[in-house]
Nanobody, 115 residues
């Protein structure tokens, strides 16, 4: 069974930075997508950023130029570096991977941007 464990959320002031991490464990045979979604109260879960297996990245328009998704050389951890954070970035951030042709989600980590 594959599991994703997230870390790095918290409270930060507007304009600040945070880095989220998501580490995978278990029997991993293939990884197609590694990414981050977020969900605010009353809103649908939305894609924030993702890395495709060929290395291409996609970002939501709202975070382009501020967030950067990356992975470690072993391919078992994905990061989301968030700069210039805004109050509207406040949400629960979920790690999402497509592993062994199945969708796997992390438990979510709260990011709160407030002064």
């Amino acid at each position: 069974q594959v599991q994703l464990v997230e870390s790095g959320g918290g409270l930060v002031q507007p304009g600040g930075s945070l880095r989220l991490s998501c580490a995978a464990s278990g029997n991993i045979l293939s990884i197609t997508v590694m990414g981050w979604y977020r969900q605010s109260p009353g809103k649908k879960r939305e894609l924030v950023a993702r890395i495709i297996s060929d290395g291409n990245t996609n970002y939501a328009d709202s975070v382009k130029g501020r967030f950067t998704i990356s992975r470690d050389s072993a391919g078992n951890t994905v990061y989301l570096k968030m700069n210039s954070l805004k109050p509207e970035d406040t949400a629960v951030y979920y790690c999402y991977w497509r592993i062994n042709f199945s969708d796997v989600w992390g438990q979510g980590t709260q990011v709160t941007v407030a002064s």
